[in-house]
Nanobody, 122 residues
Framework: QLQVADSGGGSVQPGGSLTLSCVVSGDTFSNYAVAWFRQPPGKERLAIASGNPTGEQTWYQDAVKGRFTISRDDSENTAYLYMGSLNPEDTAVYSC???????????????WGQGTQVTVST
């Protein structure tokens, strides 16, 4: 059974950076696409980035394009989300979703991580 665990959140000042991790276990990680979502306080959860199983196809929400970068290390069964130039609007609970299909992960139809809090403030 596929299991997903995301981590790496914390508090950071505006302009700072954080890297989140998403560890996938229970199946062959190289077969899964990983998408990243965030849910700001009082707002809906939306997808912000995704990559196909090989990492050759990527997608970014306009709000994070040019600031966030996704990557993966199949030897560690881990996907990463680098977040740079953070601002208070990036404050949210971030979570990852792993699915066998790229579109499935973007739609949140795969296995979810538990979520990790990112707070950007002075």
């Amino acid at each position: 059974q596929l299991q997903v665990a995301d981590s790496g959140g914390g508090s950071v000042q505006p302009g700072g950076s954080l890297t989140l991790s998403c560890v996938v276990s229970g199946d062959t990680f190289s077969n899964y696409a990983v998408a990243w979502f965030r849910q700001p306080p009082g707002k809906e959860r939306l997808a912000i980035a995704s990559g196909n199983p090989t990492g050759e196809q990527t997608w970014y929400q306009d709000a994070v394009k040019g600031r966030f970068t996704i990557s993966r290390d199949d030897s560690e069964n881990t996907a990463y989300l680098y977040m740079g130039s953070l601002n208070p609007e990036d404050t949210a609970v971030y979570s990852c979703n792993a699915d066998s299909l790229f579109v499935g992960s973007v739609l949140g139809r795969g296995a979810w991580g538990q979520g990790t809090q990112v707070t950007v403030s002075t």
